[in-house]
Antibody, heavy 120, light 107 residues
């Protein structure tokens, strides 16, 4: 079955970076884009962007440009999101999700989430 | 960006009741809406796409409706396992945006 397995919780200091992974299994990795979504209690769900797992092409929500960098390693069927220059406002649960096979940002499988806490 | 507004923010329902929750878009989005269910401690799960299409494996007590700016998610004969947050999402245009969610509690 389709599974997205994310890396574990991160505790980071302000100004540092973290890199979250999302390992896919149960389907052909390069046939579907991977999206990333931020969830906080205050702001709810926010769409960060997606990566085309075949070409490596990316789209970023304007709000997250410069904050998030999406990459992919096809050999291991893993997508990554690096968050840089962390501030307490980056404290959240971050999800990866598969887009498709329905077009248009319909996310039919989600990872379990990775908690990022930014604190000095 | 198009703003998605969900109402009510929370509702308390008895098992077996019928419940309808709402999602309003700030602009016409056609049928480009998806609904997700998120139970405590879990990730969201796709329920409905393109406003009224039930995703594979979703029980037929879940029904989506609406077009343009006003959308609904109806659960017929609510079950105990339906206690969750429900989110609408505008799809198809960038960036996709989510509503603030409706919390469904069981009495």
């Amino acid at each position: 079955q389709v599974q997205l397995q994310q890396s574990g919780a991160e505790l980071a200091k302000p100004g540092s970076s973290v890199k979250i992974s999302c390992k896919a299994s149960g389907y052909t990795f390069t046939s579907y884009d991977i999206s990333w979504i931020k969830q906080t209690t205050g702001q709810g769900l926010e769409y960060i962007g997606y990566i085309n797992t075949g070409s490596g092409g990316t789209y970023y929500n304007e709000k997250f440009k410069g904050k998030a960098t999406l990459t992919v390693d096809k050999s291991s069927s893993t997508a990554f999101m690096q968050l840089s220059s962390l501030t307490p406002e980056d404290t959240a649960v971050y999800y990866c999700a598969r887009e498709g096979p329905l077009p248009g940002y319909v996310m039919d499988a989600w990872g379990q989430g990775a908690s990022v806490t930014v604190s000095s | 960006n198009i703003v998605m507004t969900q109402s009510p923010k929370s509702m308390s329902i008895s098992v077996g009741d019928r419940v309808t929750m709402n999602c309003k878009a700030s602009q016409n989005v056609g049928n480009n809406i998806a609904w997700y269910q998120q139970k405590p401690g879990q990730s969201p799960k796709l329920l409905i796409y393109y406003a009224s299409n039930r995703y594979t494996g979703v029980p037929d007590r879940f029904t989506g409706g609406g077009y343009g700016t006003d959308f609904t998610l109806t659960i017929n004969s609510v079950q105990a396992e339906d206690a969750a947050f429900y989110y609408c999402q505008r799809i198809y245009n960038s960036p996709p945006t989510f509503g603030g969610g409706t919390k469904l509690e069981l009495k």
